[in-house]
């Protein structure tokens, strides 16, 4: 089954405790890219890759960073989180050629304390 | 940078009525356009998309929406809502640097 998954779905951490959610597809989509959505906000892109090892910041990337060391997977980093980084947080995967459409992962809820 | 305005942040019909959620982006190029629906807990589902050809793209659902250029607008019509319609709603833009830009989001609530 085409998809893209998130890990882990729901987290609570603290402030300044590095994490990793990772985000994984299987489509073989050039494109990824990861949004956060908070209420009255919509989505909002923090980072995007189109391709290995190439990555660009979004509309929001304070406080985060990722990689692309192959092309199936995108992890999201935050080194230091803190509370403002409270939200919901989509992974996304599209193909270059084509209508642009973004297949979404589960979503990931991240709680900072 | 693109920007998309979904008018109304709440939007509450009755079971049977027709749901309109309007949305209006920034571009002097015709964009990509999309439709999401997100519902309680759960994650983005496309709805509907128009990249090129007919104006009125047809989704799943019975929804629909219509491409009017002159207006910069592509907003959603159901004819008839049912309970199960009840979820946010997001209207995207995309262009050549594949970004969504999103609006603010529509929630629906549909009354018996």
């Known amino acids: 089954e085409a998809q893209v998954t998130q890990n882990p779905r729901y987290l609570i951490t603290v402030t300044g405790k590095k994490l990793t959610v990772t985000c994984s597809q299987n489509?073989?989509?050039?494109?990824m890219s990861w949004y956060r959505q908070d209420p009255g906000l919509g989505l909002r892109q923090i980072y995007y890759?189109?391709?290995?090892?190439?990555?660009d910041k979004g509309d929001v990337p304070e406080g985060y960073k990722v990689s692309r060391k192959e092309k199936r997977n995108f992890p999201l980093i935050l080194e230091s989180p803190s509370p403002n980084q409270t939200s919901l947080y989509f992974c996304a995967s599209s193909l270059l050629a084509g209508t642009h459409e973004q297949y979404f992962g589960p979503g990931t809820r991240l709680t900072v304390t | 940078a693109q920007s998309v305005t979904q008018l109304g942040s709440h939007v509450s019909v009755s079971e049977g009525a027709l749901v309109l959620l309007r949305c209006n982006y920034s571009?002097?190029?015709?964009?990509?356009l999309f439709w999401y629906v997100q519902y309680p807990n759960q994650g983005l589902q496309l709805l509907l998309k128009y990249t090129t050809g007919a104006t009125l793209v047809k989704g799943i659902n019975g929804f629909e929406a219509e491409f009017k250029k002159s207006e910069t607008s592509f907003h959603l019509t159901k004819p008839s809502a049912h309970m199960s319609d009840a979820a946010e709603y997001f209207c995207?833009?995309?262009?050549?640097?594949?970004?969504?830009?999103f609006g603010a989001g529509t929630t629906v609530t549909v009354r018996a």
């Open positions: 995207a833009v995309s262009q050549d640097d594949y970004k969504l830009s």
């Open positions: 890759s189109m391709n290995v090892e190439v990555t």
């Open positions: 489509m073989n989509h050039e494109y």
């Open positions: 571009s002097s190029v015709p964009p990509y």
